[in-house]
């Protein structure tokens, strides 16, 4: 797909994470997978702030191109796109109820059907590690095995799709499973 388009995705999807309550401030961060790496969002940047130009090219190996850094996150989207070559998109989120959770240190046991929906019978979270750590990427690759969402201990949340729409909208179902298990 065109880069142009892409950012322009992602930048959508940036918006509507914050517009969904997925998400508050510069908190969490999206990327898309592209011919030449991924694109992800900018560092402690304001998504209403933000323009298509403004999303950071990373390549694989980690160097990035763009007006401003990428997200501190970048290593984890970059192993979950190597590691995982179905996913097109990846979203991490600080919602409400999703790090509720997180900072308890607690996963999701298969207490309703659409736990399944996320590629296994629970949903793991991977143990605490620094933000923007490759210690923290390895703890969430593990995390993820056979699932494509996760929480990350005392942080949030993170999914992955096939693509940026799909992926938003499993962050979406996921934050509202997050909220019926703590009400449950």
Avoid: K
């Avoid at 969904?20 to 999206?30: P, Q, R, V």
């Avoid at 970059?78 to 509720?100: C, K, N, Q, W, Y």
């Avoid at 046991?109 to 399944?116: G, L, N, R, S, V």
Wanted: charged fraction near 15%; proline fraction near 4%.
């Amino acid at each position: 797909m065109n880069e142009n388009v892409l950012r322009a995705g992602l930048l959508a999807t940036a918006r509507s994470m914050a517009s969904s309550g997925l998400n508050a401030g510069t908190a969490g961060n999206a990327s898309v997978r592209c011919a030449r790496g991924f694109l992800i969002t900018p560092s402690g940047r304001s998504y209403e702030d933000c323009t298509d130009s403004d999303m950071a090219l990373v390549a694989m190996d980690g160097s990035w191109q763009g007006p401003y850094a990428p997200s501190s996150e970048w290593r984890i989207h970059r192993d979950i796109l190597a590691a995982h070559p179905e996913a097109g998109a990846v979203l991490h989120a600080h919602s409400p109820f999703a790090t509720t959770l997180a900072c308890l240190r607690r996963g999701i046991p298969a207490f309703h059907y659409m736990i399944a929906r996320f590629g296994g019978d629970s949903i793991r979270c991977a143990p605490y590690a620094t933000f923007g750590t490759q210690a923290l990427s390895d703890a969430a690759l593990t995390a993820l095995e056979g699932r494509n969402a996760c929480l990350l201990a005392n942080h949030g949340m993170l999914v992955f799709g096939s693509v940026l729409r799909s992926s938003l909208a499993l962050a979406i179902e996921f934050e509202t499973l997050c909220e019926q298990y703590w009400r449950a």
